[in-house]
């Protein structure tokens, strides 16, 4: 009786590690989520980058925050965040870097896409569109 068992289970164990084995063959995310996407190609300052650092920033870094609030540093402006863009100090605190303080300030790091799109619009040269 066992030998029967062994005959029926010996070839659903082989299929089950075939299609276990096989299942994952195309797991892309662009192919298994094509809506999904982060779109570096149509980053601007005024529709893409405003919105990441309104999103994640101005709440501490912005006039309306107060004098004390985020050390002084202010980002609601092209004119008052070019100069963090220039000196790598935006994307070194906001990538974690080391030597630079982490923001948002006790959170974890933005979205990837929201990070790929800021780095897209500085190597694009900043420009404010």
């Known amino acids: 009786m066992t030998i029967n068992k062994y005959r029926i289970l010996l070839p659903l164990a082989v299929l089950g590690l075939y299609l276990v084995s096989t299942g994952c063959y195309y797991d892309k995310e662009e192919l298994l989520y094509p809506g999904n996407t982060c779109d570096t190609t149509k980053v601007t300052y005024s529709g893409t980058v405003t919105t990441i650092i309104n999103q994640y920033c101005t709440s501490c870094h912005s006039t309306g925050a ?6 002084g540093i202010i980002l609601d402006t092209y004119n008052t965040i070019i100069p963090y863009v220039n000196n790598g100090r935006l994307m070194g605190s906001l990538n974690h ?13 933005l979205p990837t896409c929201n990070l790929k799109q800021l780095q897209a619009w ?4 900043a420009p404010q569109n």
């Not at 870097?97 to 974890?108: D, N």
């Open 66 to 71: 107060g004098p004390t609030s985020g050390a």
């Open 122 to 125: 500085i190597n694009k040269g």
């Open 97 to 109: 870097l080391s030597g630079y303080s982490a923001m948002p300030k006790g959170q974890a790091q």
